[in-house]
């Protein structure tokens, strides 16, 4: 159900690449010819959405349509960076299950409503609903994975799974919605996943009913979100994830314009270019998952590893001077993010273990608003610093961003031997009994 969730979550995102530029044309009063590339992004949680096409805009009039345009990709991860706080606490309250459904429920809505837009002011608020289910449905579910999982190498696996599912949504979603939207009509590929969105929710009630909630009251009390913000293995954790995203999350909205400028790159050049990355995302959801069976003391270095290749690869990017060339250094970006979301995803809920409560709904707030951050700047920020600054430099700095953030992860080192039973046990020791769950839980531990 939540790899369903966060499948539904990319393709809604990014089915509307192929799309936006008739809807885009037909707001102006044009024909529905794509032209130019304008700004694309996404967001991840435990996850996060990542977008691996660029769209293709109708030639602006006007640097205002640019900013609306920036605005409208931006807007998702800017409401879920707003929300995540609120729905992280919530879903420590009230557990994963419901959170996850009303997620369910508002992606469901804003599917509808993007099949029924005929305005800038629809697209808009489609595109916030989206961030405010993200916001409960991604984070309720990476969560509740977490907490399915308790040990590893389950945890990671279940993790990688999902991190796959994400990917490849946002692989399949812009052959889907633009073959749907040619034959069938702009409604068709929401409709389609607005069902599949339904399904997703049925099927959910059916695992859980609403009744089953009430054991909710017998679970532990989670550590307040802003506790969670001030550990400063967490907080590591949350900056490597955030300086991780933004070479995808900037050259997303920048790559298309310089290739075509650089290298003379054609329309399918500049539409494939992020499709082979894919394949080396998965590659590195795998490998890490492996390695990380085998040597789960060293989580921190393959994160770290990861922002490295990410960093060196960012760098290599300027130089590139034909489409074969380009594609490397992209691989090289998925290929690291891949390792650092599928080794530092995990160790968050490690950390929850054995520093604080065994709670998960907080901690993964804590990573969406850090995949957030990047996504909710790409779009607006990252066409003003190559304007101002030039292509090559944003890369050389966000590559030296990524390489320099590295080391900081050494950090992490001992975190592997800490010991999440005597840390636990401390707690509840600490605060005493909040109800049967507990107690039940001291006397285990006491036995």
């Known amino acids: 159900v939540v790899c369903v ?11 509307i690449v192929p799309i936006i530029p008739d809807y885009i044309a037909a707001m102006r009063g044009g024909g529905g010819a794509a032209g130019p590339s304008a700004p694309a992004g996404g967001n991840g949680s435990g996850g996060g959405n990542r977008s691996l096409l660029p769209a293709r805009y109708p030639p602006a009039t006007g640097g205002n349509e640019d900013v609306q345009i920036g605005v409208l990709f931006a807007s998702k991860a800017i409401l879920q960076l707003l929300v995540n706080p609120l729905s992280g606490t919530l879903i420590d309250r009230v557990g994963y299950e419901v959170p996850l459904l ?7 809505l804003s599917t509808t409503t993007f099949a029924f837009a005929e305005n800038y002011a629809t697209l808009f608020a489609a595109r916030s ?15 509740l994975i977490a907490d399915r999982y308790a040990e590893e190498p389950a945890r990671s696996r279940a993790l990688g799974t999902a991190l796959a599912c994400i990917s490849f949504g946002s692989l399949a979603a812009p052959p889907f919605g633009g073959v749907l939207y040619e034959f069938a009509g702009k409604r068709v590929p929401f409709l389609v996943l607005a069902g599949v969105c339904l399904l997703d929710g049925l099927l959910l009630l059916a695992l859980a009913p609403p009744g089953a909630a009430g054991a909710r009251a017998n679970m532990p009390v989670g550590t307040p979100i802003h506790r969670l913000m001030v550990d400063p293995y967490i907080a590591v ?5 955030a300086t991780c995203n933004i070479p995808l999350a900037f050259l997303e909205p920048t790559i298309a314009n310089w290739m075509k400028e650089s290298m003379g790159a054609s329309e399918w050049e ?15 959801v795998y490998v890490t998952v492996r390695l990380a069976a085998a040597y789960p003391h060293l989580q921190w270095f393959y994160g770290a590893l990861g922002m490295a290749i990410i960093g060196a690869s960012s760098c290599l990017v300027p130089a590139c001077r034909n489409f074969g060339q380009v594609i490397i250094p992209l691989c090289g970006i998925c290929f690291g993010i891949a390792l650092v979301d599928t080794a530092l995803l995990p160790t968050l809920a490690f950390l929850v273990d054995v520093r604080h409560v065994s709670v998960y709904g907080s901690v993964y707030a804590i990573a969406d608003i850090s995949y957030s951050v990047a996504y909710a700047l790409g779009p607006i920020v990252a066409g003003q610093i190559v304007h101002t600054m030039g292509f090559a430099q944003l890369n050389l700095g966000m590559g030296l961003a990524n390489v320099l953030y590295a080391p900081v992860l050494l950090f992490l080192k001992n975190v592997c031997q800490m010991k999440p039973s005597h840390s636990e046990r401390n707690i509840l020791l600490e605060e005493g009994p909040k109800g049967l769950y507990d107690t039940i839980k001291m006397e285990e531990r006491k036995g």
């Not at 969730?5 to 089915?15: I, P, T």
């Not at 009303?102 to 469901?108: D, H, R, Y």
């Not at 609903?129 to 969560?143: E, K, N, R």
């Open 237 to 241: 954790v949350a900056g490597a994830l």
């Open 5 to 15: 969730a966060l499948l539904l979550d990319n393709m809604l995102y990014m089915v």
């Open 270 to 284: 500049v539409g494939l270019t992020w499709l082979p990355a894919f394949f080396p995302h998965v590659l590195g």
């Open 102 to 108: 009303a997620g369910l429920g508002v992606l469901f």
């Open 129 to 143: 609903l989206q961030g405010l289910g993200s916001a409960f449905a991604d984070t309720a579910g990476i969560a």
